[in-house]
């Protein structure tokens, strides 16, 4: 259930406070958060409109672009999604999540290639992101943080210790 205070904010957030004047309250960051927070609830045609709100003031956000690909994503709407996530690509075309978000986006419109071409994209960004970080002396992203992020390894072979006995037996045929 939403409060009186997320209903005011999501008022102002598109710019109509239901008294016929535009409030201008809320900063960028407000908005983008106030439509995140009904993505993250399940509204996402509210973080269509909140998002579409955040880009006409500022065409530039690129977290605001990307978030907007997943929401139509959820929506079920592919080729909106493929629209908005190739913006986010101009935006930054070597950032691996747009690669791997446009790849989700291909695979369930039905166009296996291009998903596999930007399923390669993801991993080449991923690979740059790795390699930069070796040559600043910094940690490789997901290599010794949160092991939920690690990827899957085989298990190391058993191991089977055999143990030398006490006393070996007699053995006649040697000669004393």
């Not at 690979?127 to 949160?146: F, H, I, L």
Request: proline share 5%; charged share 25%; glycine share 8%.
């Amino acid at each position: 259930m939403r409060s009186g205070l997320h209903e005011a904010r999501t008022a102002a957030c598109v710019g109509w406070d239901g008294w016929g004047s535009v409030a201008e309250d809320m900063t960028l960051q407000e908005q983008y958060d106030e439509a995140m927070f009904d993505f993250s609830q399940g509204d996402f045609v509210g973080a269509v409109t909140k998002l579409k709100a955040v880009l006409a003031q500022d065409a530039e956000n690129f977290e605001a672009q990307l978030a907007l690909g997943m929401a139509y994503y959820r929506l079920g709407d592919y080729a909106a999604a493929i629209a908005e996530g190739h913006k986010a690509e101009k935006l930054r075309p070597k950032e691996q999540l747009v690669h791997t978000n446009l790849s989700l986006f291909y695979m369930k419109s039905g166009d296996k290639v291009t998903a596999e071409h930007h399923g390669l994209q993801a991993r080449i960004a991923g690979w740059r992101a790795e390699n930069a970080a070796a040559k600043a002396g910094e940690a490789v992203p997901n290599a010794s943080g949160d092991p939920e992020l690690q990827m899957a390894k085989p298990k190391p072979p058993e191991v089977k210790v055999i143990r030398m006995p006490d006393k070996f037996p007699d053995q006649p045929w040697k000669k004393k």
